[in-house]
């Protein structure tokens, strides 16, 4: 087989639950025509480190690459080390590469500034605010779509800081001037300007439906009405109350149920921006022709809470944070199409699955694993994957996660305080009922901290969690169970 085109669109903080619900078509089509992986998850429930882990095979641990490096006094833990093999390297010899859109894989090696690099990167954040002066326009968001919070930085100081909150609004200089439009002009124009000599690589990496939720008509009134999931608004039975420290519940914890009935549709107008902008991507391939000789992938680098939990944006383990979509269409020769798995997949697994696929050389140290087995009805040699989260802008507020089977155990710790949680994420989609109480658990409990701190310790994890830990929870919170 000749080496195929490949496209990887990457959506940002988009909920996996969102799609095939009729918002979005065009996304649907492409895991229609190819494989959805239904139980894929980020390792990490942020921005930079679920991106260097995607673009390398690897956990942040073994990245070095584990928050935005927003805060100077924490900014060295936001690069993916130096030397790391990643997917533009390994393919942008012999593909024509391109990265369209937000820049948020960050390495040591400053990659779209190297000279021995082949990849463009072109259409960036920064492209985009070049526009916007260039042609007098402002760019979606501002004070109103900000709230202040607290943010822990070294793990030991407490900050006030400022992000999004769920302010939604009508963007009215127009699509063209919404970072996605130009983004997605961008991926077009790249697509025309590609080395027809070459097979092409293409890296669209979307904003939507990342806030702030000021979107342009005809989206932002698209959407009327939502039937919200049975969580949104909802504190679930023995959740988490670290979370309150938490980005996520400081300001997620201020929204009813019935706002969050007016801004869920926003968020899915936003979502059918995203999937008008993927089918402009697909239309363009095929009128050259090439959709069929295109390999295409479909993910997000996280999601989003939006009122689940009572929660906001994403940093923390539940489904709606830490799930993603994987869809991936492949060439039509090599005839996978209309597949379902449920296998436990990783977003390290996509870079060994583009080697395997490929015949590329896979870069050493990758803890990914090929799919392609899965494909033929395989099992993965492999019974549980790992999430981590060591704050937003700096260190704080970390949380561990360990996945197997039906079974997620969230490890959740706010300066010297550790909360247990344990879910059936099969039989309770939700996570309305923490099972950390629960007796008959105790030993599931137990051997899944046990893996989860073996890969800590494999992965050189800047925290540690002590030996008893499963006791001195129950001895500490018992008596404030929910």
């Not at 954040?125 to 900000?146: E, I, Q, T, V």
């Amino acid at each position: 087989m000749k080496k195929p085109n490949v496209v990887i669109i990457m959506a940002d903080q988009l909920r996996a639950d969102v799609l095939g619900k009729g918002y979005t078509p065009n996304i649907d089509r492409i895991g229609h025509e190819g494989v959805i992986f239904n139980r894929a998850y980020c390792t990490s429930p942020l921005c930079v480190p679920a991106r260097g882990s995607f673009f390398t095979g690897r956990y942040p641990n073994e990245t070095g690459s584990i928050l935005n490096p927003w805060e100077p006094v924490d900014k060295k833990y936001g690069y993916v080390r130096s030397g790391i093999e990643n997917l533009f390297g390994i393919m942008e010899q012999d593909w024509d590469s391109w990265h369209i859109g937000k820049q948020h894989f960050y390495n040591e090696d400053g990659i779209e500034k190297s000279p021995d690099a082949k990849t463009h990167w072109t259409h960036s954040g920064h492209d985009y605010r070049k526009f916007l002066k260039d042609n007098n326009k402002k760019s979606p968001g501002g004070a109103m779509f900000k709230g202040v919070l607290p943010e822990m930085a070294q793990g030991r100081i407490t900050r006030k800081k400022t992000y999004s909150i769920p302010a939604t609004g009508r963007y009215e200089e127009g699509f063209e001037y919404f970072f996605d439009g130009f983004f997605v002009n961008g991926a077009i124009e790249a697509m025309r300007k590609r080395d027809r000599a070459k097979p092409f690589l293409l890296n669209a990496m979307f904003l939507a439906p990342h806030p702030p939720l000021q979107i342009p008509e005809p989206w932002f009134s698209r959407v009327k009405e939502v039937n919200l999931p049975e969580n949104v608004g909802k504190w679930g039975t023995n959740q988490s109350p670290l979370q309150l420290y938490n980005l996520t519940g400081a300001i997620g914890t201020r929204y009813s149920r019935e706002d969050w009935e007016k801004i869920w549709p926003v968020y899915l107008g936003l979502v059918s921006l995203l999937d008008d902008c993927v089918g402009m991507i697909v239309d363009e391939l095929k009128a050259q022709g090439i959709y069929d000789d295109t390999l295409i992938i479909f993910t997000s680098d996280h999601g989003e809470m939006l009122g689940s939990h009572c929660l906001w944006q994403k940093m923390c383990m539940y489904e709606e944070s830490v799930r993603i979509p994987l869809y991936i269409k492949f060439p039509r020769e090599m005839a996978f199409e209309g597949i379902q798995s449920d296998e436990l997949v990783s977003a390290i697994d996509v870079l060994p699955t583009l080697c395997d696929c490929l015949g590329l050389n896979p870069p050493k140290g990758m803890s990914g694993v090929s799919l392609m087995p899965a494909l033929h009805g395989k099992a993965l040699d492999r019974d549980t994957i790992f999430i981590q989260f060591d704050g937003n802008g700096a260190r704080g507020n970390f949380q561990r996660c360990a996945i197997s089977g039906n079974y997620k155990l969230i490890v959740d710790i706010f300066k010297d305080e550790t909360f247990i949680e344990l879910y059936d994420v099969v039989h309770d989609s939700q996570e309305l009922v923490n099972l950390a109480f629960e007796p008959e658990y105790k030993k599931l409990i137990e051997d899944m901290l046990d893996k989860l701190k073996h890969y800590m310790l494999a992965t050189n994890d800047l925290i540690a969690l002590p030996d008893n830990l499963y006791e001195r929870f129950i001895a500490d919170y018992s008596a404030f169970r929910t």
